[in-house]
């Protein structure tokens, strides 16, 4: 166990729809990384958070957003969705902004039908 | 453009057989080089940060090396419960970023 926790495991929804993942870092990390993953692609990275700030942009759409909370849980925003959207979403939280292992959570299947 | 490319993209072992798998970076300029392992359906597992050139770690039959401009995964002995994709990262900056990975499988 890495000590990251991702809700909900498993998410299914209509094109169209807008759902929220939600993270939960390791007790005392400050730095919260997003990431997807599709079926024949590696980790994308989205966006990475530290202390509550925007640290680092990816490869993240516009209809897609994310916010750090004061008590450093994450959520991850995707709205419009698109059949294309169907993947696996992963946090990880690491102690730093950088130089540090970061550790995963277990994912959220997302499948948009 | 920070890149990072593993090779082989897939490795086939037989128990015991002993192998090592790249990783070659081109970026700006490196605050760590991270190794992760990842099954199916999961999320990657930490294995090993190395942080400059000459620097090694190891983990039961794992072992990482760092060079200027790659590392390396030695797999020694490997068993069946080995097999997994190993994902490569570096960090130049606060992004991390990760390359496909190598496909270990190794048969009994």
């Known amino acids: 166990d890495s000590g990251v926790t991702q809700t909900p495991k498993h998410l299914i929804t209509a094109t169209g729809q807008r759902v929220t993942l939600r993270c939960s870092p390791r007790?005392?990390?400050?730095?919260v990384y997003w990431y997807q993953q599709s079926l024949d692609q590696g980790l994308q990275f989205l966006i990475q958070?530290?202390?509550?700030?925007?640290?680092a942009k990816g490869n993240i759409l516009e209809r897609f957003s994310a916010q750090q909370f004061p008590d450093l849980h994450s959520e991850l925003n995707l709205s419009s969705l698109e059949l294309g959207d169907s993947a696996l979403y992963f946090c990880?939280?690491?102690?730093?902004?950088?130089?540090?292992?970061?550790?995963f959570g277990q994912g959220t299947r997302l499948t948009v039908v | 453009e920070d890149q990072v490319t593993q090779s082989p993209e897939a490795l086939r072992l037989q128990e015991g057989e002993s192998s090592s798998l790249n990783c070659s970076y081109t970026?700006?300029?490196?605050?760590?080089l991270f190794w992760y392992r990842q099954d199916p359906g999961k999320g990657p597992e930490f294995l090993f940060t190395?942080?400059?050139a000459g620097e090694e770690k190891e983990k039961e039959r794992l072992k990482a090396t760092l060079t200027k401009k790659e590392s390396f995964l030695h797999i020694t002995a490997p068993k069946p419960e080995d097999s997994a994709t190993y994902l490569c990262?570096?960090?130049?900056?606060?992004?991390?970023?990760f390359g496909a990975g190598t496909t270990v499988t190794v048969r009994a």
């Open positions: 970026v700006s300029g490196l605050r760590g």
């Open positions: 958070y530290y202390n509550g700030e925007e640290r």
């Open positions: 007790s005392g990390d400050l730095s």
């Open positions: 190395l942080y400059s």
């Open positions: 990880a939280s690491s102690a730093s902004r950088s130089g540090t292992e970061a550790f």
């Open positions: 990262a570096v960090q130049p900056d606060y992004k991390l970023s």
